[in-house]
């Protein structure tokens, strides 16, 4: 089935730098997810996306929804400890006739502190 | 307010059992979905369903595995005849519907088959 292409699959920060991953599939996209999942924890919901082109920010979260609908990007700034964890894209594919609202979720992008 | 509530969070069970995971969506959700994730994997979509209604199965086996979502009381996902193959994380995520396409997940059910 249809998969998202996360990357980077993995990378290591420092305290205050700025973090960015990006999502990519093969056909268009309706609506954008982005979730941060910590160990043993259930998914939360960071940013939503609805239109291309759109730019929404969650406090030091930036995620966009590209302008083809094939792709998102999430910017973390200045980064802390506590943003380690594994970040997913999520989204919801355009299609005709099949049922609303299922997601396909990227691989996941895991950050760690650089030791 | 409060989110979206699965349990057991912890559950083991012998090959041959059957495992029932409970989920209880957020006030005012109707929709509900069912993910299951493997170790450094992503959430691979599994069944979505509506009160009293299977709206998308297509990912749920055929075999030993069903869902559903009565009038009243939680979901269930239940998989009979556990093997191996199913220990996975399991989790629930409900949304209240269109135009918002959000989904809020809960903690998830860690199944492990010994």
């Known amino acids: 089935g249809q998969q998202l292409n996360q990357s980077p699959q993995s990378m290591f920060i420092q305290e205050g730098e700025d973090v960015s991953m990006n999502c990519t599939s093969s056909?268009?996209?309706?609506?954008w997810l982005w979730y941060k999942q910590d160990p043993g924890e259930g998914p939360v919901l960071l940013i939503a996306?609805?239109?291309?082109?759109e730019l929404t920010s969650n406090g030091r979260l930036t995620a966009q929804f590209g302008i083809t609908r094939k792709d998102s990007f999430l910017n973390i700034s200045a980064s802390i400890p506590s943003d380690v964890g594994i970040y997913f894209c999520a989204g919801r594919e355009r299609n005709y006739g099949g049922s609303q609202g299922n997601l396909i979720f990227g691989k996941g992008t895991k950050l760690s502190v650089k030791p | 307010n409060a989110g979206v509530m699965q349990n057991p969070r912890h559950l083991v069970r012998r090959r041959g059992q059957e495992a029932r995971l409970r989920c209880s969506p957020m006030?005012?959700?109707?929709?509900v979905y069912w993910y299951r994730q493997l170790p450094e994997e992503g959430l691979k979509f599994m069944v979505y369903l509506q009160k009293e209604n299977i709206i998308d199965e297509s990912g749920m086996p055929k075999e030993r595995f069903s869902a559903e979502f009565p009038k009243e009381g939680p979901s269930i996902l239940r998989i009979q005849q556990v093997v191996r193959g199913d220990s996975a994380a399991y989790f629930c995520?409900?949304?209240?519907?269109?135009?918002?396409?959000?989904?809020?997940f809960g903690p998830g059910t860690r199944l492990t088959v010994t």
């Open positions: 996306l609805y239109k291309a082109g």
């Open positions: 056909s268009i996209f309706n609506t």
């Open positions: 995520a409900s949304r209240p519907g269109p135009p918002t396409y959000e989904q809020y």
């Open positions: 006030k005012g959700h109707s929709h």
